[in-house]
């Protein structure tokens, strides 16, 4: 995991993260998967983020991010009982009110 993020203003930031998560650390590449029939794709998760967030005020925050996911190790199968594709693009808004 490795993470960078910059301040332009007060209210306006960019980051970008990378992350990896590997279901055996000794099988990166997935053969054991591929071995039994199971998609290699599998055995790894490797999320590229890019965010923007936006401080409308003291209490109000506006985020928004877009990952590029090669990998599906941390897919639940119950959530894709057909399987999922290896690469997929997920773009997540949030907003946040602290008081």
């Known amino acids: 995991y490795a993470s960078l993020a910059y301040r332009f203003t007060g209210w306006f930031e ?3 993260y990378y992350s ?5 650390l000794d099988d ?7 071995a039994v ?11 590229w983020t890019i965010t ?10 506006l985020k928004g991010e877009i990952h590029l996911i090669d990998g599906t190790a ?12 290896r690469e997929s693009v997920l773009f997540a808004v ?3 009110y602290s008081f």
């Not at 990896?20 to 055996?24: K, L, M, Q, R």
């Open 14 to 16: 960019l980051a970008t």
């Open 20 to 24: 990896v998560c590997y279901d055996d």
């Open 28 to 34: 990166r590449k997935g053969e054991q998967h591929e």
């Open 37 to 47: 029939g199971l998609p290699k794709h599998l055995a790894w998760q490797k999320d």
């Open 52 to 61: 923007a967030r936006f401080d409308v005020n003291e209490y109000w925050v």
């Open 74 to 85: 941390l897919l639940l199968d119950q959530h894709n009982p057909e399987g999922a594709e």
């Open 94 to 96: 949030k907003a946040t």
